[in-house]
């Protein structure tokens, strides 16, 4: 008999995309409900790629928080072609960047800035390598001639092996790793030390069948896009197996319904308004609730040389609905994963 109740340390998402203004407003709460810290995707338009940009976007997010959370945003720079190393080194620092995340440009949403050619900031991977500051990787090639579905399998090869290769003490994580072959270039490295990678809960949840069950669903839409069931079996196999370089990272990522619901629809599962119920579930599914709190409040604190939670949060095994539509101030709504479906878990809060 498995309990009806986990209480296990406050977990951290170390993937989030809380975006900003108003859709900041609306999403920022479900994430500081559940989270002590995040890593806050940079990805805004313009990007955040300097210091002085990370300090004034941690203090929009700061300003959004609904008095009586706590939460801490841990802040990224966006690589660009021009990333200025001093700049990133004094912003690392100074405790203003936690990491910065490499897009290969055009891989995905607002990615257009995003470095064009891993060469060119050789400079910026030595200084980063030098200083400890890890790297965040959209692990996709953009090879237009490699098939969707492969472009993660193919990055690893391409790019990430000779990375690791050229800087033997460069900190990685691959983000929201969706491929058996992802999580075996991580276990290959993960002797090393310096190889994390975080794991969404929708890619835990679904296939890319799941997509077009019955028609075309925008919402399961989300760059790395979800492969077949074999990998998403590994990857429950992963996050579930309590090996430290696995961890959470939800990915949430809101796009407006109208955005998602279109003839050319935004990549992005917004996952946040039930994160860990989500996570409770497939770990449940592959027996191993016990193995939640390693993967969501242990392994990440670990790689990122930071403390786990002394805080504590409870989930109850209790159906529960995935909200509806969740609105914004403009008229226009988010769609939450898994919107009015029942849960098989609740998050009851901290305890
Ligand atoms: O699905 C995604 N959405 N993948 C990403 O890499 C970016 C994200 C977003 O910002 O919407
Ligand atoms: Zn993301």
Redesign the pocket.
Same mark, same amino acid.
């Given at each position: 008999m498995s309990a009806d109740r986990i209480i296990l340390r406050r977990p951290d998402d170390w993937h989030v995309?809380v975006r900003d203004g108003d859709m900041m407003k609306v999403v920022l709460p479900y994430t500081a409900a559940q989270f002590g810290r995040g890593i806050i995707?940079p990805?805004l338009k313009p990007p955040v790629a300097t210091a002085a940009d990370a300090r004034a976007y941690r203090d929009r997010i700061l300003a959004a928080l609904p008095a009586g959370m706590s939460f801490t945003p841990l802040m990224t720079a966006y690589l660009t072609d021009g990333t200025d190393p001093h700049d990133l080194a004094q912003g690392f620092r100074d405790g203003v960047f936690t990491a910065a995340k490499l #897009?290969p440009a055009n891989?995905?949403?607002?990615?257009a800035h995003g470095v064009t050619d891993i060469a060119r900031i050789e400079p910026v991977l030595e200084r980063m390598a030098e200083i400890g500051m890890p790297i965040l990787i959209?692990g996709e090639v953009t090879d237009p001639a490699i098939d969707i579905f492969d472009r993660e399998a193919v990055f690893l090869d391409r790019v990430l092996a000779p990375l690791l290769e050229r800087h033997k003490t460069l900190r990685v994580v691959l983000e929201?790793c969706t491929t058996a072959d992802s999580v075996a270039f991580v276990r290959a490295h993960a002797a090393s030390g310096r190889i994390g990678a975080t794991i969404t809960a929708h890619h835990l949840l679904i296939n890319r069948s799941d997509i077009f069950a019955g028609g075309i669903r925008p919402h399961l #839409?989300?760059?790395?896009i979800a492969k077949r069931e074999a990998h998403r079996e590994a990857l429950v196999e992963a996050a579930t197996s309590g090996e430290g370089p696995f961890f959470l990272g939800t990915?949430t990522?809101?796009?407006a319904l109208t955005a998602k619901e279109s003839a050319c629809g935004?990549?992005?599962?917004f996952t946040a308004a039930t994160a860990l119920e989500l996570y409770a579930e497939a770990f449940d599914k592959a027996g191993a609730i016990d193995r939640l709190e390693a993967f969501a409040s242990l392994n990440g604190p670990r790689f990122y040389g930071l403390p786990p939670s002394e805080e504590r949060v409870a989930l109850d095994r209790t159906p529960t609905k995935a909200p509806d539509l969740v609105l914004l101030p403009d008229g226009d709504g988010i769609l939450p994963f898994r919107s009015g479906e029942t849960l098989n878990w609740r998050f009851v809060g901290v305890v």
């Amino acid at each position: 008999m498995s309990a009806d109740r986990i209480i296990l340390r406050r977990p951290d998402d170390w993937h989030v995309h809380v975006r900003d203004g108003d859709m900041m407003k609306v999403v920022l709460p479900y994430t500081a409900a559940q989270f002590g810290r995040g890593i806050i995707m940079p990805n805004l338009k313009p990007p955040v790629a300097t210091a002085a940009d990370a300090r004034a976007y941690r203090d929009r997010i700061l300003a959004a928080l609904p008095a009586g959370m706590s939460f801490t945003p841990l802040m990224t720079a966006y690589l660009t072609d021009g990333t200025d190393p001093h700049d990133l080194a004094q912003g690392f620092r100074d405790g203003v960047f936690t990491a910065a995340k490499l #897009y290969p440009a055009n891989a995905t949403t607002n990615s257009a800035h995003g470095v064009t050619d891993i060469a060119r900031i050789e400079p910026v991977l030595e200084r980063m390598a030098e200083i400890g500051m890890p790297i965040l990787i959209h692990g996709e090639v953009t090879d237009p001639a490699i098939d969707i579905f492969d472009r993660e399998a193919v990055f690893l090869d391409r790019v990430l092996a000779p990375l690791l290769e050229r800087h033997k003490t460069l900190r990685v994580v691959l983000e929201h790793c969706t491929t058996a072959d992802s999580v075996a270039f991580v276990r290959a490295h993960a002797a090393s030390g310096r190889i994390g990678a975080t794991i969404t809960a929708h890619h835990l949840l679904i296939n890319r069948s799941d997509i077009f069950a019955g028609g075309i669903r925008p919402h399961l #839409y989300c760059l790395p896009i979800a492969k077949r069931e074999a990998h998403r079996e590994a990857l429950v196999e992963a996050a579930t197996s309590g090996e430290g370089p696995f961890f959470l990272g939800t990915d949430t990522a809101p796009h407006a319904l109208t955005a998602k619901e279109s003839a050319c629809g935004c990549a992005g599962c917004f996952t946040a308004a039930t994160a860990l119920e989500l996570y409770a579930e497939a770990f449940d599914k592959a027996g191993a609730i016990d193995r939640l709190e390693a993967f969501a409040s242990l392994n990440g604190p670990r790689f990122y040389g930071l403390p786990p939670s002394e805080e504590r949060v409870a989930l109850d095994r209790t159906p529960t609905k995935a909200p509806d539509l969740v609105l914004l101030p403009d008229g226009d709504g988010i769609l939450p994963f898994r919107s009015g479906e029942t849960l098989n878990w609740r998050f009851v809060g901290v305890v």
